[in-house]
């Protein structure tokens, strides 16, 4: 992963003229200065005593502890707008102090013992994708010090229980080389987030994934069926039964808590028998209004494609349904689906509310492209424009309301930015709702926004998060989302589970500040 951007640099391109032109003269967007090279990042010296650098070695073995420049660089941060412009500006103020690379549950907890021992921060870490904030830790949070613990070694695939469909895998395992492996026994999970090319298995339960094939694969925590969770406290063992009544379900308390509570080791995860061919078409709709009712209408009729997706018409106007043909869009709004079966009586419905079929060419298109939007995003900061993504979800009667609340609240913050949506989840009670803006304004306006865009989703009536999870930007409104009493039963349940409060201080819940002892 490139250390200033996202995946692969080799695939990086450069904005075609005409798109410059564009942002310039219409948006008032500037070429920035030129971002730093790797040796020019600024890192905090080290604060690791050389005591708890030896126990950290002992746990793990000394060629896994890494407190070289690069290594710190590369597990700074995630990979979020405002992440990479201060990366770009060779500010990694929030690096770790060590990187450490465990191969097992055990040195998990050995690790862990460590440096609850001595008060270390640790922040585990998987592709590194998270896009709110959700692995930055600094200030008296970092207590004596910050580890970020790489999941990479543990990557294997324990076992596959082809009568039950149940795969034992390990978190570090990226979602490539988890799909290859399950194919050889022709198996799927048919996950494909955006960030699939690098985020890995414990990162997707950890911030509670949706792929892009979520409308017939279902999200990542309805795969879950079991987990192991190393915590300073001990070790948990969860689910042993596709359902139970015994009592609340703990896998809930794992999933999405972005490692405040422990890191987990182990997924026990339902798979599906691969596909044959998948179809992709795309739809044509007068409105985002119509586009929607046939999406609720597929869902509350249980007739859902594997891929259903609705772009509204800026983001159709744009062309950004189709990331590698930016700037063809049409008129109207682009809806993909993508078969694996039964397409007829989906596309009836499609076609009976108002649909114009466009055949494979658009929804072949935005395949080829699928995982190349960040690319885009990357090429657009290296033209100077602000460019970021924030997302949430609401039942279908209050769609509208809160699609409107975030639109204006981005226009009344950021002047004229271009501000595009699409849907990409849907259930029979509602959907997500994915929105990209690209503003002239700086990251200090930015980040002004979107705390006001956060409390316009709260006032709406959405969720703060459907997919991204909650991180350091979403903390506070994701305790009004969850009211004080709930911000008290999960300090409870960290307090219990991480009682010196060195798992990713500061993420998902507000912690108090350490004493001085």
Not at 61 to 76: L, N, S
Not at 354 to 377: D, I, V
Not at 433 to 455: I, M, S
Request: glycine share 10%; proline share 6%.
């Amino acid at each position: 992963m490139l250390w200033s951007g996202w995946g692969d640099p080799a695939k990086a391109r450069d904005l075609p003229d005409q798109i410059r032109t564009l942002l310039r003269d219409l948006m008032g967007v500037r070429e920035p200065a030129e971002a730093a090279a790797l040796d020019e990042v600024r890192l905090p010296r080290v604060t690791l005593s050389p005591a708890v650098l030896a126990e950290l070695t002992e746990a793990v073995g000394a060629a896994q502890v890494r407190t070289d420049h690069e290594a710190r660089v590369r597990h700074t941060r995630g990979k979020s707008t405002p992440d990479l412009m201060r990366m770009r500006e060779g500010d990694a103020s929030d690096a770790p102090d060590a990187v450490v690379l465990p191969a097992a549950h055990d040195e998990v907890l050995r690790v862990l013992e460590v440096c609850a021992r001595h008060r270390v921060a640790v922040v585990p870490f998987g592709g590194g994708t998270s896009v709110v904030g959700g692995l930055a830790v600094g200030g008296p949070a970092a207590r004596q010090g910050v580890v970020s613990l790489d999941l990479r070694r543990l990557d294997r695939l324990v076992s596959v229980d082809t009568e039950s469909m149940v795969a034992e895998l390990e978190p570090g395992l990226r979602a490539p080389d988890a799909e290859r492996l399950l194919a050889e026994h022709g198996l799927t999970l048919g996950h494909f987030p955006q960030s699939y090319e690098y985020a890995t298995l414990g990162g997707f339960a950890a911030a509670r994934s949706s792929g892009q094939a979520s409308a017939g694969y279902g999200r990542f925590d309805d795969m879950v069926v079991g987990l192991t969770v190393a915590t300073p406290s001990g070790t948990l063992e969860l689910g042993r039964a596709p359902k139970s009544a015994a009592g609340p379900d703990l896998r809930q308390l794992i999933l999405g808590s972005e490692g405040a509570f422990g890191v987990i080791t182990s997924l026990r995860l339902r798979v599906r028998r691969r596909p044959g061919a998948t179809v992709y078409e795309g739809w044509r709709f007068e409105s985002f209004q119509a586009g929607s009712a046939a999406m609720r209408r597929l869902a509350q009729e249980g007739l859902l494609p594997v891929v259903l997706r609705l772009s509204d018409e800026t983001e159709t106007m744009i062309g950004l349904a189709k990331p590698e043909a930016i700037g063809s869009g049409d008129s109207g709004c682009l809806l993909i689906a993508g078969h694996e079966r039964d397409r007829d009586a989906a596309a009836a419905v499609l076609a009976e509310q108002g649909g114009a079929y466009l055949g494979a060419e658009p929804g072949q298109a935005w395949e080829h492209g699928r995982f190349a939007a960040p690319y885009l995003r990357d090429s657009l900061l290296a033209a100077g424009a602000t460019v970021e993504t924030l997302e949430t979800a609401g039942f279908w009667s209050n769609l509208p309301r809160l699609y409107d609340a975030v639109r204006l609240t981005l226009h009344a913050e950021l002047g004229s930015p271009l501000v595009m949506c699409h849907i990409s989840h849907v259930y029979e009670t509602g959907a997500s709702l994915y929105f990209t803006v690209v503003t002239d304004q700086g990251l200090p306006e930015w980040e002004r926004a979107k705390r006001a865009v956060n409390a316009a989703i709260v006032t709406a009536g959405g969720t703060i998060s459907h997919h991204h999870g909650v991180g350091r930007d979403h903390r506070q409104a994701y305790a009004e989302e969850i009211g004080p009493l709930g911000v008290e039963i999960l300090r409870a349940v960290k307090q219990r589970l991480d009682p010196e409060g060195i798992m990713n201080p500061g993420v998902l819940i507000a912690v108090p500040p350490p004493s001085a002892d």
